[in-house]
């Protein structure tokens, strides 16, 4: 179970990460999405793995699963899951007001108009 | 204090709520609800520096669960003062963006209320998970305020912006995972006490999670090689919010102080302090570059975003020497880089509301209306900003230069800081000189609609203004009072005991 929840967190990490540096708003917002979930199994898995176990401690209960780190998965998702939405929205405004969807506001290989932004 | 440690996080929560949910459509009664809210803050929070001057830090756990299990926010001298700071910046803001700023989009004084939250709440949280949902919550408000107004040029900003910070926070909680899963606690007090006891096997794993957090700090702070977002959100963004924002980068500083003076300071043994190594070389280049980018910038905003990664090289700089002098200087410095920060900002947008369409370009154009009295206004901010005597730039960086004295780096410190700090002259009289003096030999003039002299833009900017003569006249105070917040940061027991009881400093060792 150990080589399975590991290597799963390393693709997903992998794909989110290839994805977040493509130049495009989609990919980008998909390598976040990925990212968030490869982050919520690594928290996940900071508690131990354990299987079949109560998260609950009680007098003679001497085998647990830890609870807190499930509390932590359980605000990351809240949270990872409103900053998602956001950005899809926000994706689609971009694209609508710049007229592309490239992140830096222009297709590969086009000089930005105004020379440099700062 | 007891409750009251509590308020600089629930009135702008209450306050956000009942802007949004009972006076959405009355302007002005937003402005009345959130002018009021933060007059009230400012008042709590000096009485809550007021208490800290005078007692030893004190716990407020919420809910009543006992630390380590539950979340507590702690008061110390150095969570009262950062609440303070927040406070009195967040005042100039409001008063600023009460003018006209408020009206170019939708709900600003609801968004800058959760901001406020957000702010207060990272910096008085005990918590390292809470530190990351304060984090969040001071991140997707000042989303909402950076896109204020739109437009092509911000929502592209905005979007990097955004882009940017989330992957910071996938860091963050993969590097509090990873600390979590070594020590078993989250709670900053208990992570002192753990991080010391620590295995030595395990040790490898608890140093690899501090740095990623490290990095995610950084990333806030905007320290070289991860300030790319830096200038292009703050020149994008709305006046006011960037005016705000100069907090946003001190949440960085205040949380690689806290964290890597408190869990890994002098008691952590292998691991004391930590960050020193990455810290000092990462500040130095930071404010080389950023006084670069001063000279080098094409644009106002521009050119003060520049200024403000130079500044935060500078506060780097001190805190990184990691003893109790440079910690007391860095913080002045903080303390100054926050108020000339804003008010180069607010001058800015006064400039350019009255250029018309020269914006904030670095060319010649027309005059403007009442081009000398904003000329004096933003000689008052570059001084400030380059650190010129007479005002609070020169001593912070004075106090910086002379706490470095017997540093392993100090040539470099000295030389760096001397040389950038020559830039920064170069690139505001430069900025200066081509706005407001080769201006008045071009004819004709500008002319823009609008209110000729916007009466709480200028009593904010100048308040702005004021907050840095204050903080020189009163420098020897200050100074005082400051010497005792970085001592109060060095003896860490007495951070400890507030939150554990007296029982956890026996685990220390002390």
């Known amino acids: 179970m150990e080589f399975l929840v590991a290597s799963s967190i390393g693709l997903l990490t992998t794909c989110g990460t290839y994805l977040l540096l493509r130049g495009r708003t989609f990919p980008v917002v998909i390598g976040l999405a990925l990212l968030s979930y490869a982050v919520n199994v690594f928290l996940f898995a900071m508690g131990r793995l354990t299987i079949n176990m109560p998260p609950i401690l009680r007098d003679g209960v001497t085998e647990y699963t830890d609870p807190l780190p499930q509390a932590l998965v359980l605000t990351a998702i809240v949270i990872s899951f409103g900053m998602t939405a956001l950005i899809v929205v926000l994706s689609i405004r971009a694209y609508l007001e710049i007229g592309n969807d490239h992140v830096d506001g222009r297709p590969v290989g086009e000089p930005s108009e105004a020379g440099d932004k700062n | ?45 000096l009485s809550l520096v007021v208490f800290a001057n005078g ?35 967040g005042l100039g803001v409001v008063l600023f963006a009460s003018s006209e700023w408020d009206q170019r989009g939708k709900h600003f004084h609801a968004l800058f209320q ?16 809470n530190l990351f949902v304060f984090f969040e919550v001071l991140l997707i408000a000042s989303y909402g305020l950076m896109l204020h107004g739109a437009g ?19 860091l963050f909680l993969i590097g509090v995972g990873m600390i979590y899963s070594v020590t078993g606690t989250l709670n900053m007090a208990d992570l002192a006490v753990q991080v010391a006891n620590v295995a030595p096997g395990d040790a490898a794993l608890l140093r690899a999670g501090a740095l990623v957090l490290l990095l995610v700090f950084c990333v806030k702070a905007a320290l070289v090689p991860i300030h790319f977002w830096l200038p292009g959100t703050y020149a994008n963004a709305p006046a006011p919010v960037a005016a705000l924002f100069a907090i946003m980068t001190k949440v960085g500083a205040y949380s690689v102080l806290r964290v890597y ?5 002098d008691a952590a043994g292998d691991m004391a302090w930590l960050a020193q190594p990455y810290l000092m070389p990462a500040a130095l280049i930071t404010l080389v570059l950023g006084m670069v980018g001063v000279v080098a910038a094409k644009r106002l905003n521009g050119l003060i975003a520049f200024s403000v990664i130079g500044s935060m090289g500078t506060l780097l700089i001190a805190i990184a020497l990691f003893t109790p002098e ?34 904030d370009s670095l060319h010649t154009a027309p005059t403007f209306h009442q081009s000398g009295f904003l000329a004096v206004l933003f000689f008052v901010g570059a001084i400030a900003m380059a650190g010129m005597p007479p005002l609070s730039g020169f001593i912070g960086k004075l106090q910086i230069l002379d706490a470095a004295r017997g540093s392993d780096a100090m040539v470099w410190i000295w030389a760096i800081i001397l040389v950038t700090s020559l830039l920064c ?34 009593i904010a900017t100048c308040g702005m203004l004021g907050g840095l003569v204050a903080l020189t006249v009163f420098a020897g105070p200050i100074t005082d009072y400051l010497h005792g917040v970085a001592a109060q940061i060095f003896d860490t027991s007495g951070y400890i005991q507030a939150v554990l009881g007296e029982g956890a400093l026996a685990l220390l060792g002390q």
């Open chain 2, 1 to 45: 204090m007891g409750d009251w440690i509590v308020v600089p996080i629930v009135l702008p929560a209450v306050m956000a709520a009942l802007i949004v949910l009972a006076v959405r459509h009355d302007i002005l009664l937003q402005r009345v609800f959130s002018i009021t809210a933060t007059v009230a803050l400012v008042a709590v929070t």
């Open chain 2, 55 to 89: 007692n030893d830090p004190e716990m407020y756990a919420l809910s009543n669960w006992p630390a380590p299990f539950g979340i507590v926010l702690v008061l110390d001298r150095l969570s009262a003062m950062m609440v303070f700071l927040t406070s009195l910046l």
């Open chain 2, 114 to 129: 959760f901001q406020l939250m957000g702010v207060n709440g990272a910096f008085l949280t005990g918590d390292v998970f």
């Open chain 2, 152 to 170: 092509a040029e911000r929502l592209k900003a905005g979007m990097q912006y955004i882009v940017i910070n989330l992957t910071g926070s996938s």
């Open chain 2, 261 to 265: 003076s408190l869990a890994f300071g």
């Open chain 2, 326 to 359: 440079s910690i007391a200087a860095g913080l002045y410095y903080l303390l100054h880089s926050t108020f000339s920060g804003a008010a180069l900002f607010l001058i800015a947008d006064l400039v350019v509301s009255r250029r018309g369409q020269f914006g």
């Open chain 2, 425 to 458: 002259i170069i690139g505001f009289g430069r900025a200066g000189s081509v706005l407001f003096w080769k201006s008045a030999s071009v004819e004709g003039e500008i002319t823009v609609e609008g209110a000729k002299w916007p009466v709480l833009p200028i």
